[in-house]
């Protein structure tokens, strides 16, 4: 038994390891000039400074792509929580044919990539005047996410007893009261667990932002294409800039963790 859990325990550290690797060597070359960068990549750098960090933060113009970042992540969590949740509401409590079609259909819609209908969806709604901000970005976003969302709430849903609803009902409430007052608190723990994983999604994507966003209103993963030219490409900046733009979604994450977890595990035993 002992010597299965050191075996356990060295795969468990290789594989750390491997995923740390990426990250290590990031952080590393961020703090190296574009020479030392194309002499060894895997190196130490020479002498450690933040002269990299201090001009990819004017040159991103980061208090107004960390801006827009939030501005759009925080307006997608917000949509993909609410609606996502009603309607799986709606499909698990509500008696009807018609809401299984709804429900499969979401389920099909999330093995097809966005790559597949991006040119469609540019041609439709650029023609429809839709391409043009954060509040289209949002609208699409709850388009693309409702599906997966909604599978996540509708699972949850499904474990919570009718007799809740029964109690709500008996003594008067609304459906949509019975909803806010008696169901959602339920749905905390799959409720954060959706929000890190919609915030991870929502704060890295890169292609959607870019065919919808104005250049005054990028975000961070736009702004850290800006280290990468035609012709030239400064990657001590670009590493820089990318560890400027996932440092604030890894904090989140850290925060947020033990939401997971419990999520995860709440959502099993319920």
């Known amino acids: 038994m002992k010597q299965k859990s050191n075996g356990l325990f060295i795969v468990t550290l290789v594989l750390a390891l491997i995923y740390v690797f990426p990250f290590a060597i990031l952080i590393i070359n961020s703090l190296k000039t574009k020479f030392e960068i194309l002499k060894d990549p895997l190196a130490l750098p020479a002498q450690f400074n933040l002269d990299n960090f201090a001009e990819a933060f004017v040159r991103m113009d980061y208090l107004n792509a960390i801006s827009n970042s939030l501005i759009v992540t925080l307006m997608g969590l917000v949509v993909l929580t609410i609606f996502p949740a ?66 996540m709430y509708r699972s949850f849903i499904a474990k919570i007893p009718r007799s809740l609803d029964e109690s709500g009902a008996i003594e ?91 999520g995860i595990t709440d959502g099993a035993v319920k």
Do not use: H
């Open 86 to 151: 009603m309607l799986a509401y709606y499909l698990e409590r509500e008696p009807s044919k018609f809401k299984s079609v709804v429900f499969y259909m979401l389920v099909a819609s999330m093995i097809i990539p966005f790559q597949a209908v991006m040119i469609p969806f540019v041609s439709l709604f650029g023609k429809l005047g839709l391409m043009n901000g954060k509040g289209s970005l949002v609208y699409f976003y709850l388009g693309f996410g409702v599906a997966l969302s909604t599978f």
């Open 172 to 262: 008067g409430a609304s459906k949509f009261t019975i909803f806010w007052k008696i169901i959602f608190p339920q749905l905390k723990p799959i409720t954060a667990t959706m929000l890190v994983l919609n915030a991870l999604w929502l704060w890295n994507d890169y292609l959607l932002p870019s065919l919808v966003l104005y250049q005054d209103q990028r975000t961070l993963p736009l702004m850290t294409y800006s280290f990468f030219g035609k012709y030239t490409s400064d990657y001590g900046l670009a590493m820089a800039g990318l560890v400027l733009s996932i440092v604030p979604i890894i904090i989140f994450y850290l925060i947020m963790q033990r939401q997971i977890v419990s």
